[in-house]
């Protein structure tokens, strides 16, 4: 709304303020709006959480640890709709509301948003560990993200092309006919991935911090012609208008990380979880390096697997190949503190997001 308002008057009446316009201002801008808003908006979702006595269901048939049911059982969680709010604010905000891109990710975060919201509501005020029934949650996930991919391609006839681009080699991947349900698996499975992670304090949000930085980067380089060339990525006209969108998940995760360290004072919640994930997953496809998000979102990747492969070995085989899934709780039975796994983890994180982006230079 701001970058609009920008272009229209200032162009007429005075370019020396079209600074406010830039790339560069608008993603700091929205860095502190997103983390200034969520910062707000947790601290008082958080008192009105406690006062009315709603607060994050923890199994107890043996899913999770014991201490978790002592010291987390009395925790808030939807500490996502707060970042939600934030986002799309900020998008308004600072974003070219002009852009398709800007408005796919708007629908992306309030569609997946609101699937998790209602899951998480489901717990709270129902009681339910279990919330939305998974197939029917998994089905509306793919239903979303089926509908994303026909805007996307009725908006840009680009996204029609069916490959997808080989980090470090430089070279591209024809998926043919595949490459639809491919691209709905990688919003899908993001989502879900990331919502798996979402296991301990503070684990999962700086993750996807860096995900959404590393993101960030490439969307600003392929949008700019002279980068993309120097780097050999594709040029995508308007994409670099997701620097915006990267920095508001910044700004709100780092708002989040404030109150979700450990002890958590609130937990982010499948509203959060699920709408995150989902918008990277979209992000990866809008920029056109899927298998580069695979790289940096590593983490997220082992976590889902690990879940996998603990149901699949003991359906298959009758044996857990893990203590517990996902793996983070694996290595809490090992002995690990909860703060030792979630800074190792946020450590491989890096790491991942360092190796995808070498992978791209």
């Known amino acids: 709304m701001l970058y609009n308002m920008f272009i229209d008057f200032f162009?007429?009446?005075d370019g020396n303020l079209l600074h406010f316009a830039y790339l560069l201002f608008r993603s700091f801008s929205a860095l502190f709006t997103s983390l200034v808003l969520n910062f707000l908006f947790t601290s008082k979702f958080i008192n009105i959480l406690t006062k009315k006595n709603k607060f994050q269901?923890?199994?107890?048939?043996?899913?999770h640890l014991k201490r978790h049911i002592a010291t987390k059982s009395k925790t808030p969680t939807m500490g996502g709709f707060p970042i939600l709010i934030s986002i799309v604010l900020s998008l308004?905000?600072?974003?070219?509301?002009?852009?398709?891109?800007?408005?796919?990710s708007i629908f992306v975060i309030i569609a997946f948003g609101v699937v998790g919201l209602i899951d998480d509501l489901m717990k709270v005020f129902w009681k339910d560990t279990?919330?939305?029934k998974g197939s029917i949650k998994i089905v509306i996930q793919f239903f979303i993200a089926g509908s994303v991919l026909i805007w996307l391609q009725l908006a840009d006839q680009s996204y029609t092309e069916t490959s997808v681009?080989?980090?470090?080699?430089?070279?591209?991947?024809?998926?043919?006919?595949?490459?639809?349900?491919f691209a709905m698996v990688i919003i899908v499975g993001s989502s879900n991935a990331v919502n798996i992670t979402d296991g301990l304090d503070g684990l999962v949000i700086v993750p996807i911090i860096m995900a959404a930085t590393a993101l960030g980067v490439l969307c600003a380089t392929s949008g700019s012609m002279v980068l993309s060339e120097y780097i050999n990525v594709p040029h995508i006209e308007g994409i670099a208008d997701l620097a915006v969108l990267s920095?508001?998940?910044?700004?709100?995760?780092l708002a989040f990380l404030w109150f979700n360290i450990h002890p958590a004072k609130i937990f982010m919640g499948d509203v959060g979880s699920l709408m995150l994930g989902a918008v990277l997953g979209v992000m990866s496809i809008m920029v056109k390096h899927e298998i580069f998000y695979a790289i940096i979102g590593m983490l997220f990747v082992i976590e889902a697997?690990?879940?996998i492969i603990q149901v699949a070995s003991w359906r298959l085989f009758g044996k857990r190949p893990f203590k517990m899934a996902?793996?983070?709780?694996h290595f809490e039975k090992m002995g690990w503190n909860e703060e030792k796994i979630v800074i190792r983890f946020w450590i491989f994180a890096l790491l991942c997001a360092i190796i995808g982006i070498a992978g791209i230079i």
């Open 11 to 13: 162009m007429t009446k």
């Open 57 to 63: 269901p923890i199994r107890e048939e043996g899913i």
């Open 92 to 104: 308004l905000l600072w974003a070219n509301l002009q852009n398709h891109f800007i408005w796919i």
């Open 130 to 132: 279990m919330g939305f």
């Open 165 to 181: 681009m080989i980090p470090f080699f430089k070279t591209t991947l024809n998926l043919g006919i595949i490459y639809l349900p």
């Open 247 to 253: 920095s508001a998940i910044i700004g709100s995760g």
């Open 305 to 307: 697997m690990s879940s």
């Open 326 to 329: 996902p793996i983070h709780h």
